[in-house]
């Protein structure tokens, strides 16, 4: 399986500032993935991101508040843009081939 | 819309003894399912997947997949309290595009 790291691994910021969460891969994948889980809940797919075209949104998230990018086969960027305390979760980013991995996760502390 | 449905427990099972969990799922479309383990303050860890109808073993891991009835399950055999964490259930439609759709999870508790 990828070994995958994230940045920062928490993170505490004022409401109405953004955060950009790195993800970082040690091989080559095509797909990843943002995904978020809030306090006490499960995990909810933010995003799909496909190196070299547009990120795409699930229901309920838009890019205009988490912009993704995508540069190159390895790494991607998720930022969580005019954050309120209900941005407050862990932030996971996924590779994906038959299986899915997870990083180590963002712990994101609005206040 | 996609559900994945598990009950949050708290389940708790004796050391040594089988735990069952189990999993149901809204979309028929649904091509793989797979089985997460989480500790508190830890990211998801992936301990089975399964596509085919039947069972899959893994060591004391057993997963369960019935597509007719939209239903997958785990069994840990010979529980231990190290196994006490959250198990997450999700579900995948097509293929490697496609993301996750996570149950809410079941807390399992293994009483030494």
């Known amino acids: 399986s990828a070994v995958i790291s994230q940045k920062p691994s928490r993170d505490i910021c004022q409401r109405g500032t953004s955060l950009t969460i790195q993800c970082q891969v040690d091989?080559?994948?095509?797909?990843m993935f943002w995904y978020r889980q809030q306090p006490g809940q499960s995990l909810t797919l933010i995003a799909t991101?496909?190196?070299?075209?547009?990120?795409?949104?699930e229901s309920g998230f838009v890019i205009d508040k988490f912009p993704i990018s995508r540069p190159n086969l390895t790494f991607s960027t998720l930022t969580v843009s005019n954050m309120s305390p209900e941005d407050s979760s862990i932030y996971l980013c996924s590779v994906a081939g038959y299986e899915q991995y997870f990083g180590p996760g963002t712990r994101l502390t609005v206040t | 819309q996609k559900e994945v449905e598990q009950n949050s427990g708290p389940l708790s099972v004796p050391e040594g003894a089988i735990a069952s969990l189990n999993c149901t799922y809204s979309d028929r479309g649904s091509q793989s399912f797979f089985w997460y383990r989480q500790y508190s303050g830890k990211s998801p860890e992936l301990i089975m997947f399964?596509?085919?109808?039947g069972d899959k073993e893994d060591g004391r891991f057993t997963a369960q997949l019935n597509k007719a009835s939209q239903y997958v399950s785990l069994l840990i055999r010979d529980s231990q309290p190290s196994d006490s964490a959250t198990y997450l259930c999700a579900v995948k439609s097509g293929g490697g595009a496609d993301g996750l759709t996570f149950g809410k999870g079941t807390h399992l508790i293994i009483q030494p």
């Open positions: 399964i596509y085919s109808n």
């Open positions: 991101a496909n190196q070299g075209s547009e990120a795409t949104y």
């Open positions: 091989s080559q994948v095509t797909m």
